[in-house]
């Protein structure tokens, strides 16, 4: 519906009754421009009930004082891997997903400069020229009596809104807002992408590892095998030795390739993360290492240092804000607006005739637009933009909830899979130790030869768990760090906010 040129009704009662009797207009003009006000509802930061600390304690181990900003921004460093070093360099410097983060923050600092310049003059220059051959009926005579041409110069063409009741102001809020979701959006893109580039380097060197336990006792029970094969030959063995021992080294050889693929999967995600090609990982798969040490735990102040340390709790708080200044958007449609409008110029038939006097023109006016009868259609949009910042707030609210969550499962995860390790190390020193003592009674002729068999399938199978166990404590100590928003620096004076 197009606005009345109505010039009444400016408070709410009036809005509801839109007959106000003509003497007040101007009255109630001048109260606007007197005293322009902000409408819709202030925004403030909501209240989120947190606990006094997090499962940090029994997650420890050794460290004691609260993880120093530089620390969670750059966790990698603390595994002293400079691999992980160049891996995370190139992941920062030239991963997709960040990049596109970047974009989408550029695309909102753009629309806070459009939001900034709404409630401003907007000031055009213009220059015309035309040349028409009217008709008869207008200008009689020849053709050349009925060619008129025309030039014009404006200098300048101004329009301006005045922001009576803070639709501009709303809209800049709710623009800043969306900018600080997005410097968050770069912040959680940088913390997924430095967790995942661990995580996957991790899972690689795991990998690594675990072949080469494997392809070391597929060599021992080669070995083994050789023998029984000889015993056999000489009558001091049995066909059926033989024949468990190849199916031993049948079986050990059946997990190599699996190991292989695992391998140059991870490899080939780094890549991808590192916004490299496939064949540049060929040096990571060809010179495997060992895992790293693990990193000292992070700890965190209090949990309430996360409202702030993560980007996922600050994109939805922002967000929310956004949401909350969009009420007083849709808000101030409800009022009238006021548009001032100016035109200096020139104007004349011939370039000659343009500096003079009589050349000049000018426009000033002032329109005023409302719209008393629309039907409900602008209470409902106020009403659609409430639901909004209800939905924001029950998603900010759960944001923080589901941080909570992650923080303690990967604190307890990481702590479990410690205690899992202590216990797989005893178990593999304690199957090496019988692997040595039935391979020598074997060989003395005290057991038969199922009794090796055993001890080295046991062997290879508690070695390879205690592999696994490592590469899954550092993936889960990688998960801590990310859980606490490790990957980028929080501002120092959010952080104190938060707290």
Known sequence: MNPSPLVFGLPHALLRRPRLPAAAGSVAIALALGGCAVVGPDYHAPAVSLPATLSQAAAGNGAAEPTSQAALAAFWQGFKDPVLDDLMAHALQANHDLRIAQARLQQARA????????????????????KQVYGQTFFPGDRAARTKTALGVDIPDARWEIDLFGKFARGREAAAALVSAGEAGVAAAQVSLAGEVARNYFELRGSQQQLRIAEAALANQRDTLKLVEGLEQYGRGTALDTARSRA??????????????AIVRSAERL????????????????????LPGLAPVPILRSPRDLLQQRPDI??????????NANIGIATAALYPSITFSGMLGLNAGTPAGLPMNNAGIYNIGAALSWTPFDFGTLRSQIRVNEARTAEALANYEKTVLLSL????????????????????????EASATADR?????????????????????????????????????????????KAFGGGWTAPAAALADAR
């Open 437 to 481: 003592l039935a391979q020598a009674r074997f060989a003395a002729g005290k057991t038969d030869f199922l009794t090796v068999l055993d001890t080295q399938r046991q062997l290879l199978a508690d070695q390879d768990r205690l592999s696994q166990s490592e590469t899954a404590a550092a993936t889960a100590l990688v998960a801590v760090y």
């Open 111 to 130: 629309a806070l400069v459009i939001a900034d310049a709404a409630d401003k003059p907007g000031v055009a220059l213009g220059a015309s020229a035309n």
């Open 271 to 290: 890549a991808v993360l590192t916004g490299q090609l496939p064949d540049q990982m060929r040096t990571l798969i060809a010179q495997p290492k060992a």
């Open 405 to 428: 969550e992650e923080c303690d499962d990967a604190l307890v995860t990481f702590t479990r899979t410690q205690q899992q390790q202590d216990s797989l190390r005893r178990a593999v």
């Open 248 to 261: 031993l080294v049948a079986s050990t050889e059946a997990t190599l390739p699996a190991l292989q693929t």
């Open 314 to 323: 600050r994109i939805a708080e922002r967000q929310l804000a956004a949401a």
